[in-house]
């Protein structure tokens, strides 16, 4: 486990300012909401919703893509505030530079990222580790650094009036200081990349075996699982399961390994985010009765 050196808290504030509020439905104000428009080495993106002002956390996927995914949900991409990028790779930032150019839409990377990705300095704001990220009135976003080979990874922890919820992608391994931010989060999003047998039975050469397997490449399911055992607490509500690899990992198999870790304290409920979605939105209150507020998104096909 890599230790970071410790560095102060919440070190600056950039704020960003919303557009007008979505009326979508009468939950979307009282709470946080996460929807993952799907997961996977295909791409990645999230989004996050409080108080009205709409966050993507990634965008790796084409903006034809974005836009049909965002539809599913009766949004246009104009209706996203802005868009933080957790780090370079194709399927986290890869469609950052399309959505400023086609839609001129606001995005925060770090410096690394951003230079990676060709964004538009001019539409870009830069954030450090462990910045405190305001976004409209009440819902912030810190950016923690987790080890991921090649790449400035962040993990993000989103509060919103005091309830927070991690979402945590692309990670060897943890430090410290991200037990010490998702510990407690209601809400838990977490990549469960790879079994270890499939991986090492697998058809991937030896060399990139041993780069998944790294102290800078994915998790695997056990290591998922030990990790939410250090950080779920019983005001865990809900975890997503995110970037299973289709080769080496089946939802199944993650679910299980993960509870065979937590099983014993943690009676939320436990989903998964594959590469096709949004599949389901998570509401995190204030009141941390997550059962009622859990809804599934349907296409318009299916209403
Ligand atoms: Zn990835
Ligand atoms: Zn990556």
Redesign the pocket.
Known sequence: MIIYPKIALFVDKIQIYSRPLRDAHGLIGMAMSITHLGTGSRGNSTLVEAGGVCVLLDQGFSGRQLEKRLGRMNLLPTDIDCIMIS?H?G??GGGAAIAQKKWGIQILANERTAMELNLDPMKTTYFGSLDLIKIGDDLSILTVPVP?SG?D?VAFVANYRGERAAVIT?LGSWTDELVKHVHNCQHISIEANYDEDLLNNGPYPFSLKERIRSRGGHLSNKQTGEFLAEVCTENTRSIVLTHLSEKNNSPHLAESTILYHIGDFFSGDIDISLQDGPEKTHFVNGKGDLHQNVVTIKSKSEK
């Open positions: 780090h790779h399927d986290h991921h790449a990874n692309d």
